[in-house]
């Protein structure tokens, strides 16, 4: 009987689950938790594909025992340096002296700065092959997806991709680790949130890359998070494609801060007026409530953002500065932009949403709308404007 944990060929899973960690990165949310996915190639050459976060060093050496018993490791490919995933670099060149630790020349200098470890290194450049037997690998560099030294792994032989965390998503594999083996609605609204937050930036290092394999006959991908993609891998493929062209569909988010309930009204009116007009999917955000993930999540998914803010000690409202912030790292290009804002004595929210705007290069479909105090019948007014100019600039694409 085939073993449990084949993907393909000789080709095994041995990844662990971490539902313990609250904050991935220190700053994202794990709702569903999340999945350090390793690989064991048991093949004439044995050899291992990335690691895992070095709090689960012992389940992960238990499960390549389990398969490989006391035979030495030949090689242990690094796709990708990140330490959820070359956290167990050390302690497998204890357990393992004469492993070959396969890398670019990128690798090695992270690999000393953060285990080192210097002996033992086979540099392959972009193109290079690795017989192994029944698997024959070819290294693919693909630098920025999402750090200097990420590079995939395709064994020709049977067209299974090891992607770094390329094709990744949170949640944790819950039994089974194959698509088709298991229910995967939850990963879906995870990989958006995962490639927007952890990737998102390098939308054109990602589309480099994507140009870089799409001529290999893809089969399996086993990426370093979530599910081994096979029945949906042409699916998964084009989200990341999608995402990383900034591409978006018809929708609007509205984020905005409120302290006393005024400038939510604004986004109320806002709101309304955008769904009168035909807009179908509007996803309203209390800034203070939800977390930074999930509206950046929103922003990669729809097309018009509309940002909102109280004035607070003379400034913009803190948390609307953190997610300008957030959006500005991102470098998320292309969306229709509107802008509003509040005041008691000082107004200086609305002013600083014009220097973001600036800096994003987003297109601003109206004139910013200030309000003092409180809702009046010209707030009302400027409010649906906003919406109607929304509204039509995203029925112009349609
Ligand atoms: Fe999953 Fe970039 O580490």
């Keep these: 009987m085939e073993?449990?944990?084949?993907?393909?060929g000789k080709i095994h899973y041995i990844g662990v689950n971490d539902r313990n960690k609250n904050l991935f990165e220190g700053m994202w949310p794990l709702p569903y938790g999340v999945s350090y996915n390793s690989y064991l190639i048991n093949d004439e050459k044995i050899v291992l594909v990335d690691t895992v976060d070095i709090n689960f060093f012992e389940i992960y050496l238990r499960k390549i025992k389990n398969i490989i018993g006391e035979?030495?490791?030949d090689y242990l490919i690094i796709n990708h340096m990140e330490p959820d995933h070359s956290g167990s670099i050390r302690l497998i060149t204890q357990h393992y002296p004469n492993?070959?630790?396969v890398g670019n020349k990128q690798t090695f200098g992270m690999i000393e700065g953060f285990y080192g470890v210097t002996e033992n290194q086979y540099m392959i450049v972009d193109g290079d092959s690795l017989d192994v037997g029944y698997h024959k690998l070819r290294f693919y560099i693909t630098p920025m997806v999402h750090w200097p030294e990420t590079m995939m792994t395709f064994d020709e032989t049977d067209g299974v991709l090891f992607s770094g965390d390329a094709f990744g998503c949170f949640g944790t594999l819950d039994g089974g680790f194959i698509d088709k083996k298991i229910n995967i609605d939850k990963y879906w609204g995870e990989m958006v949130r995962y490639y927007s937050n952890i990737v998102g930036k390098y939308g054109g290092?990602?589309?480099k890359a994507l140009q870089k394999l799409k001529h290999l006959n893809i089969m399996y991908i086993c990426p370093t998070h979530g599910p081994v993609w096979n029945?949906?891998?042409d699916k998964v493929g084009g989200i990341y494609n999608q995402l990383s062209k900034y591409e978006a569909?018809?929708?609007v988010v509205i984020a905005y801060g409120s302290?006393?309930?005024?400038?939510?009204e604004m986004a109320e009116a806002i709101a309304q007026e955008l769904s009168y007009k035909g807009i179908k999917n509007i996803v309203m955000h209390n800034v203070a409530k939800s977390h930074s993930s999930y509206i950046i999540a929103d922003i990669f998914r729809y097309k018009g953002l509309i940002i909102g803010s109280p004035t607070y000690s003379n400034q913009i409202y803190p948390e609307i500065e953190s997610l300008l912030s957030k959006i500005l790292i991102r470098d998320i290009k292309d969306r229709y932009l509107g802008l509003f804002g509040s005041f008691t004595w000082a107004g200086a929210a609305v002013k600083r949403m014009g220097e973001f705007a600036e800096k994003s290069k987003f297109e601003l479909v109206s004139t910013p709308i200030e309000m003092k105090q409180a809702m009046k019948e010209q707030t009302y007014q400027q409010c649906y404007e906003l919406a109607e100019a929304m509204a039509k600039r995203l029925k112009q694409d349609a």
């Design 231 to 233: 029945e949906y891998k």
């Design 99 to 101: 492993i070959q630790i």
């Design 205 to 207: 290092p990602v589309q």
């Design 71 to 73: 035979k030495p490791i």
């Design 259 to 264: 302290m006393y309930g005024n400038t939510e």
């Design 249 to 251: 569909e018809e929708g």
């Design 3 to 8: 073993p449990k944990s084949i993907v393909k």
